[in-house]
């Protein structure tokens, strides 16, 4: 034996030299005989020598092979087996998280040595990042000390699950694992792979046991086009995972995706648009991780711009949530960013939402002069929805003001600007607006001209909120039979 690799609460390991074939190997050796953690020693030469044949019985590149087992003077077992050159994928985290591309190659790696386990009946019970290994280009299982084997008994202790209670299925905490609790793991180890952090998180084993009983993980902010494959490899039910065989063909699918040519940027851009979409028809919460992960990878990559409009769609998420103070913050950065990039429209909304800001505080004077100078800015590049939304805002103060003349000229220009810049939600509410001014003159026939155009715009639009409000507008004004 050369050197001792590692010690567990089972046994240690060593690196040692096949003298016959000449080539390293793996020789893991039980501890002495006695009970270790509660659990007699008959037990574990047992999981020792189920090890071997569980893993033994195996043939996958993306598994550690067994050459032999056999015992020692006491009787205790010595399995040896094939030596991976690297380290494992828990010691490549330890620098942080790995880039989208190279943790679906290792994820699509292991899900075939998975599905060829599953194949053969063999449930692994402990995937984490401790137990894949990584050698040159290929991610390899290893540890099936716990594996369950077809016909043979159970060795768990009365009333416990073993395994890593951080990478546990649901049900594999109350003692239920399957061929679906190993893609659950492997679902909890992609997730740390790539985010740099686990899925579930507590101060104690009791709290973490809890946050996987509740199945919410929490936000992934980096893992891109991973996240699908992942949430879904984490579903609570375990019949609604997918199988090995079908996440190695997804996860293969990934990697060739990502090998295709594209630039960083165009990825960022997609992943802003898609926040923007969920912030503002989905979830601001789920738009708001979007954003997030759209910030770290720009940050990453470097892409200026691309920080810049994450930092607004955090803004516009916090201002949403009702916090204006943290709003305003991100506001600010993307402002300076703006500035020096050279992003007008970027420059024109930090306008406007500072112009929001103070028009909340109650400084309109203040609030006036931003938007004054949003609206120059959008007209000289024709900017349209940063144009036809400070009208809007215009309009609110001088509604505030007690200045209802005022009110209407503005909410009618932000009309204007949405119909002549195909704007329709910004056209909608604003017809919508310029009517309410319409009907408050007793100026009906107007009034009803108007709601009935936003009624026509939200019905195109599918805008339920728009449709319900013009349409009560015009009950109001439709006289009786």
């Known amino acids: 034996m050369e050197r001792k690799l590692g010690v567990g609460g089972q046994g240690e390991a060593w690196l040692a030299t096949d003298v016959r074939l000449r080539r390293p190997v793996v020789l893991k050796r039980l501890f002495a005989p006695g009970a270790v953690g509660g659990e007699p020693t008959k037990v574990r030469i047992a999981r020792a020598e189920r090890e071997a044949r569980a893993a033994g019985g195996l043939k996958h590149p993306g598994i550690v092979t067994v050459f032999d087992q056999f015992p020692d003077a006491d009787g205790l077992p010595w399995i040896v087996m094939e ?7 828990r010691e490549a985290l330890a620098s942080g998280p790995l880039p989208v591309g190279e943790v679906a190659r290792i994820g699509g790696q292991i899900a075939s040595a998975l599905a060829a386990a599953h194949t053969a009946g063999v449930v692994h019970r402990d995937i984490k990042p401790a137990n894949i290994l990584l050698a040159e280009g290929q991610a390899v299982v290893a540890d099936f000390g716990i594996a369950s084997v077809p016909d043979e008994i159970t060795l768990t202790v009365t009333g416990t699950a073993l395994g890593t209670p951080e990478f546990m299925a649901p049900e594999h905490l109350y003692g239920e694992a399957s061929a679906a609790s190993d893609m659950w793991s492997l679902g909890a180890t992609l997730y740390w792979a790539v985010e740099g952090r686990p899925p579930f998180r507590g101060d104690s084993i009791l709290q973490v046991v809890a946050a996987i009983g509740r199945g919410v993980a929490e936000p992934m902010r980096l893992a891109g086009p991973l996240e699908p494959l992942i949430r879904d490899l984490m579903q609570f039910p375990a019949s609604d995972r997918p199988t090995a065989t079908a996440a190695a063909a997804a996860l293969r699918d990934l990697v060739e995706d ?3 040519p594209t630039t960083g940027a165009t990825a960022i851009d997609r992943l802003l648009a898609e926040a923007a979409k969920e912030r503002d028809t989905g979830s601001r919460e789920k738009g708001e991780d979007l954003y997030w992960t759209a910030l770290d990878l720009a940050i990453r990559d470097g892409a200026r711009t691309q920080q810049g409009w994450a930092w607004d769609g955090l803004g516009s998420c916090r201002w949403r949530a009702d916090d204006p103070e943290t709003a305003m913050r991100f506001f600010t950065r993307a402002a300076q960013i ?31 002069d931003f938007f004054a100078r949003t609206l120059t800015l959008a007209k000289e590049h024709e900017f349209t929805g940063a144009e036809g939304w400070t009208y809007h805002h215009l309009a609110e103060i001088a509604a505030e003001e007690g200045n209802p003349r005022q009110e209407q000229e503005h909410y009618a220009a932000a009309a204007r600007v949405g119909l002549d810049g195909g704007a329709d939600e910004l056209a909608g509410w604003s017809l919508f607006n310029v009517a309410r001014c319409a009907e408050r003159a007793d100026r009906l026939g107007e009034a009803r001209e108007h709601y009935a155009q936003a009624l026509e715009i939200g019905s195109r639009i599918t805008n339920r909120w728009m449709v319900d409000q013009a349409s009560d507008g015009l009950r109001r004004l439709t006289p009786p039979d």
């Open 83 to 89: 030596y991976v050159d690297g380290p494992s994928l």
């Open 258 to 260: 990502s090998g295709r």
């Open 338 to 368: 703006a500035e020096e990039t050279g992003d007008k429209l970027l420059e024109a909304w930090s306008l406007h939402n500072f112009g929001a800001y103070r028009r909340k505080r109650g400084e309109f004077a203040a609030a006036k």
